[in-house]
Each structure stands twice: as structure tokens, then as C-alpha cells.
């Protein structure tokens, strides 16, 4: 996972392969590798090889009885998401949701620009939104919208820092009566 930023962070850390010595050679092989990144992960949601976790399309339908408007929010370009949203979810589903992504704005997470977008578009008020994050840096994004954020862990993120999580679970569930419900993320404004 991650974008340009993270692989130009990596290998900042690590250090740089000597033929890749100035600026422009390393912004152009961070391109080149996150391009082919892009097309391989896009493969493997077409494929269906890499599911919604457990309980997405639970809530997700139990959102729209409810009315509730829905929106993605990534810090991924607009084309994977829109991707992600329309391949892993029914027609149905998908029509419900509004993309907003990291090459829409300024500043992507952890800024809170995504989410700043999103409640301003949508025209609705931050004391009644709830975000569902799985990393740090999208929690910090969250808060610092000044949004409610219900954190899911993932393998990836299992270790992060979410002590500022309005709530923290393993993941959403595919049962409701044992996983994350609407009451639930309402509880938490």
C-alpha cells in the first residue's frame, strides 16, 4: 500500500540506487513504479482477488435504508477508488456513493483536505458525520476535520497509533448482531 509519498519516504530511509542519483531520475522511477503498481492492484480487484472486508457491504446496505449519504474518501487517485467502489459493490451500492480523492486536493492525508471536501460539496455538518478509517494517518485526517472516526485495524496497520480513535474494532463484521451497525457510528456523535 501506499502512494508516491510513501515510496519516496521508503527509500529516503533505505537510500537511494546509485543510478538513480538526481531529483528528476527518482521522481520519474517513483512515477513509473506507482503507475505500475496502480495497473496491478486494478488487476487484482478486477479479478476479485482482493475482497471489501468483512461487514463493508452489511453496513453499506444498511446506510442506504437509512438514508444516510455516503461518500469514499482516499487519499488514492480517483480512478482506483471509482474502481474499487464500482467493481466491489452492486450497481446499486456504488450509485450511493460520492468519491473524493488524494488527487483532488491539495494536501492529502494526513490533511484534512479529503474529508474538509467532502463535508463541504455534500453540504453537511461535521457533528453528524462519521468516519470509518483504517490507518493513523487517516485517523489524524479525520480529526483534524473535526470528525468523529471509528478506526477498523488491518494487517497493515495493526500497530499504528489510534489512541484518538473514537472507537477502535478488529473489523465491521458480517453479522450485525455481533459486528458495527449505524446505531453503533451514531453512538459516537
Excluded at 9 to 15: L, M, P, R, T, V
Aim: glycine share 10%; hydrophobic share 40%.
Amino acid at each position: 500500500g501506499g502512494g508516491k509519498e510513501r515510496m519516496t519516504a521508503h527509500w529516503n530511509e533505505i537510500g537511494w540506487p546509485e543510478q538513480l542519483s538526481d531529483e528528476a531520475s527518482r521522481q520519474d522511477k517513483v512515477k513509473e513504479l506507482h503507475l505500475a503498481k496502480t495497473d496491478l492492484f486494478m488487476g487484482l480487484i478486477d479479478n476479485g482477488v482482493i475482497p471489501l472486508r468483512p461487514g463493508v457491504l452489511r453496513l453499506v446496505d444498511e446506510a442506504i435504508a437509512a438514508g444516510v449519504r455516503l461518500a469514499v474518501c482516499s487519499t488514492s487517485n480517483e480512478k482506483a477508488v471509482r474502481n474499487i467502489v464500482t467493481t466491489l459493490m452492486s450497481e446499486e451500492q456504488a450509485s450511493k456513493f460520492l468519491v473524493f480523492a488524494g488527487d483532488m486536493v491539495k494536501a492529502k492525508k494526513p490533511a484534512p483536505d479529503v474529508y474538509n471536501m467532502a463535508v463541504e460539496e455534500m453540504g453537511l455538518d461535521k457533528s453528524r458525520c462519521v468516519v470509518i478509517e483504517d490507518s493513523h494517518i487517516g485517523l489524524s485526517a479525520a480529526k483534524a476535520a473535526g470528525i468523529a472516526c471509528l478506526v477498523t485495524k488491518s494487517s497493515y496497520t495493526g500497530g499504528e497509533d489510534f489512541t484518538a480513535a473514537d472507537m477502535i474494532v478488529d473489523e465491521l463484521g458480517d453479522d450485525a448482531s455481533g459486528g458495527v451497525t449505524l446505531e453503533t457510528l451514531t453512538g459516537l456523535l
